[in-house]
């Protein structure tokens, strides 16, 4: 079994559309985990049946017993986020602010705040319109540790691919270089960078493609829209074969994405010339590398 993740140092780049491609030209014998979970997105394209769901909890808040409370502003003066506002003469905790820290539960003289297990999303188990299994997942409105969903979400796929036996895992992870990326490649056996030539592209292929360096994996990348700018693709081939990066393919800028996109199709099942061509070569030279 080799896990595949694709991600990319910022937005934008195609990464999502990308996988989604990859998924179904792997159908029923590949795994997909869209760990992405800030903006997931992987949904409207693979067509999920969200036939299993849980609720994700990784976080804690403050809760006050407002019969127990003496009002002696002890909390409230030791809170650096600002969570326990006075509100119509009782002090309450503001869901958004709380960081579960629990330092008020220390100060409190009466014992009226405790600390209760806090819903920071959900995550599922799907079948897809390609016959392959969806792991995925949502992250709840101003929740943290994103990270440990992406874990869940991670661990969850190679649990089903072991269990039944799948060749490949696939990844759409975060983008950026944070905790959700980290936690994305992970264990990885593979990395594809999706890049575009712009300016900001190239300075976070390299910031990303640092840290993957840090986690000894290999990589090789995918040039999204390479004929916008000649030079800046130019400086990022350059750079790829300095660093030993494979160059796994350059994609035109075609507005079949775009339109595919709104089909709720991946580019694959829409486009059936020259951008077909060009991902089922680019994931086939991806099964050669790992193989």
């Given amino acids: 079994m080799k896990e595949i993740v694709i ?11 990308i996988t989604a491609s990859f998924a179904v030209l792997g159908g029923n014998e ?4 869209d760990c992405d979970v800030d903006a997931a997105d992987m949904h409207l394209l ?31 003066a030791v809170c650096r ?11 309450v905790v ?58 869940k979400v991670k661990n969850e796929a190679k649990r089903i691919a072991e269990e039944n036996q ?10 950026g270089v ?6 994305s490649i992970s264990g990885a056996d593979f990395v594809v960078l999706v ?37 800046i693709t130019r400086e990022i081939i350059q750079f790829l074969e300095s660093e030993k990066i494979t160059h796994l393919s350059s994609l035109p800028y075609d507005e079949s994405f775009t339109r595919a996109m709104t089909m709720g199709e991946t580019i694959i099942e829409y486009n059936q010339d020259q951008l077909k061509s060009l991902l089922t070569q680019t994931w086939e030279q991806v099964i050669k590398l790992n193989s």
Wanted: aromatic content about 6%; glycine content about 8%; overall charge negative.
């Fill in 7 to 17: 991600i990319s140092g910022k937005g934008g780049t195609g990464k999502t559309s």
């Fill in 30 to 33: 590949m795994v997909v985990a």
């Fill in 46 to 76: 693979l067509q999920p049946d969200f036939a299993h769901a849980e609720d994700f909890y990784s976080s804690q808040i403050a809760v006050i017993d407002q019969e127990l409370c003496t009002h002696c502003d002890a909390c409230a």
């Fill in 81 to 91: 986020f600002d969570a326990i506002p006075l509100v119509n003469d009782r002090y």
């Fill in 94 to 151: 503001d869901p958004l602010n709380c960081e579960g820290c629990g330092y008020c539960v220390r100060v409190c003289p009466t014992d009226a705040i405790h600390m209760e297990n806090q819903k920071d999303g959900e995550w599922f188990i799907s079948r897809t319109k390609v016959d392959n299994t969806l792991v995925h997942a949502r992250l709840g409105i101003g929740s943290e540790n994103s990270g440990k969903l992406v874990a």
């Fill in 166 to 175: 799948k060749e490949w895992i696939i990844v759409d992870g975060s983008p």
């Fill in 178 to 183: 944070g905790c959700p990326v980290v936690s």
């Fill in 195 to 231: 890049t575009e030539p712009t300016v900001s592209g190239i300075h976070d292929l390299k910031r990303v493609h640092e840290l993957v360096k840090r986690f000894h994996i290999r990589a090789g990348c995918i040039i999204n829209k390479y004929d916008l700018n000649p030079d």
